[in-house]
């Protein structure tokens, strides 16, 4: 009987002939020799595009997971790749360690985090697979292979940004610094403030980001600086009494927008500053309960707001129903083949909607404004892209898919949404080689 998988959302389902869990490299290797295929891989669900779905095997790694050796000198860690980020920070936090930089959730496991190039912002901080060191993996005929940074780094910015598709991470060394603290402030400024001195706001700390709250024409900007004060009370957390406070005037408004805007800007203008201090694992995460779906696409640095601008004006004209706020960050560029911060600095924007609502008229909606300011879109997250566009806005598309061949010759790991986007052509019978 086929068993039901959903990612967090519940936007996609899958009905798979298994659901595996594997207790250790070996019982994996075993499982892509013989269960039924494609076999997909499922870290947190936190993914929004089809990457799991399969109706044949989908493989959780939750077992394998937890710290496998350090190097205190080297402040490098190795890990399974099932270790969710939750966990993985108290374990760095254990061995004086610390990741460089998150995002706000930390529900992921660390190698689908890795796979999606998923990341935290900070124009002079990479993304999660920019810490590799070395990787372990089983390929799709079940064979253990180990790849390093040392001994083969074009391996490395293959298979570091991977889908699930270029084999099964098991093991992956990470290369972190020394545990830190952080100044975090935040406050709030009118949207065109914010948009006029983007640059310079976003390049002026480690670590900055704002969200701008639809129909208030105001920002909240955060910035994070690394402190050597002793850790002072991180205010309680209303996100989500704000996200609640704002779903109900959109509800309840929906015939009085003037009524809605002028709530909503007196209400945001009220939001108290912040500013306190914390050891790192206590600082980046945020509650997230409210489900969701999220469209990310990550841009030429200088474009963001000339992007965001359109994107507000969008949803302000034509989404009255969207109330979740747009997320913009900074990421900084990277040699991986298929991360979307390739070679430049990079603006990310990302839009929500309610999980309770139909998503894609808005993403739809919005994606061509991504597209037009040259856009990447997160493979995690949704979009529209296929084979055809990732040739033209990744260098090295053609040299990655021929390291995914190497690994997977038989196309274990291609399911038919992978097959789009790789451009692999499905038989009868099932995915042609």
């Known amino acids: 009987m086929a ?9 996609v389902t899958a009905s798979p002939k298994l659901v595996a869990t594997p207790a250790d490299a070996g019982e994996l290797a075993e499982l892509v020799r013989s269960a039924p295929g494609p076999l997909r891989v499922a870290g947190a669900g936190h993914s929004f595009t089809p990457l799991v779905q399969s109706d044949g095997t989908i493989v959780s790694l939750e077992k394998i997971e937890g710290l496998v050796s350090h190097e205190p000198a080297a402040n490098r860690a190795r890990v399974r790749a099932g270790t969710r980020l939750g966990a993985l920070m108290h374990i760095l936090q254990g061995i004086g360690q610390g990741l460089p930089n998150m995002g706000d959730i930390d529900k992921q496991a660390i190698g689908g985090a890795l796979g999606t190039a998923t990341h935290g912002s900070g124009p002079t901080l990479g993304a999660y697979h920019t810490q590799l060191e070395a990787v372990q993996l089983v390929d799709g005929q079940g064979k253990l292979r180990e790849y390093s940074r040392a001994d083969d780094q074009d391996m490395i910015h293959a298979t570091g940004v991977a889908l699930g598709a270029f084999g099964i991470l098991t093991e992956v060394t990470m290369n972190n610094i020394a545990a830190y ?21 976003m390049a002026a700390h480690r670590s900055a980001e704002f969200y701008y709250i639809p129909f208030s024409g105001y920002a909240q900007f955060i910035a ?16 989500e009494e704000g996200l609640a406070t704002l779903r109900k005037l959109r509800t309840v408004l929906r015939r009085l927008p003037s009524l809605r805007r002028a709530l909503i ?29 999220e469209m990310e696409y990550h841009l030429p640095f200088e474009e963001g707001p000339k ?71 997160h493979w995690g997250k949704m979009h529209s892209l296929r084979a055809a566009d990732f040739k033209k806005i990744y260098p090295r598309w053609a040299d990655a898919l021929a390291v995914r061949r190497d690994i997977d010759p038989d196309n274990r790991f291609v399911s038919p949404y992978m097959a789009g986007l790789f451009g692999i052509e499905p038989s009868p019978s099932g995915i042609k080689k």
């Open 265 to 293: 800007k007196g209400a945001v203008k009220k939001v108290p500053a912040e500013d306190y201090v914390q050891d790192w694992l206590h600082v980046y995460v945020s509650d997230r309960r409210t489900k969701f779906n």
């Open 224 to 239: 994070s600086d690394l402190s050597d004060a002793q850790p002072t009370q991180r205010p309680t957390e209303d996100d």
């Open 3 to 11: 068993k039901a998988w959903s990612n967090w959302s519940g936007f």
């Open 307 to 377: 992007a965001l601008a359109e994107i507000i004006a969008l949803t302000e004209k034509h989404f009255p129903e969207v109330y979740f706020p747009m997320e913009v960050r900074s990421v900084a560029p990277d040699g991986f083949w298929l991360s979307p911060f390739y070679k430049r600095l990079t603006c990310s924007i990302a839009i929500h909607h309610d999980a309770a609502n139909d998503p894609p008229p808005f993403m739809r909606a919005a994606e061509p404004i991504f597209l037009k300011y040259g856009g990447r879109p």
């Open 181 to 201: 603290r952080l100044r975090r402030r935040k406050r709030v400024l009118p949207i065109g403030d914010m948009l006029r001195d983007f640059e310079k706001m």
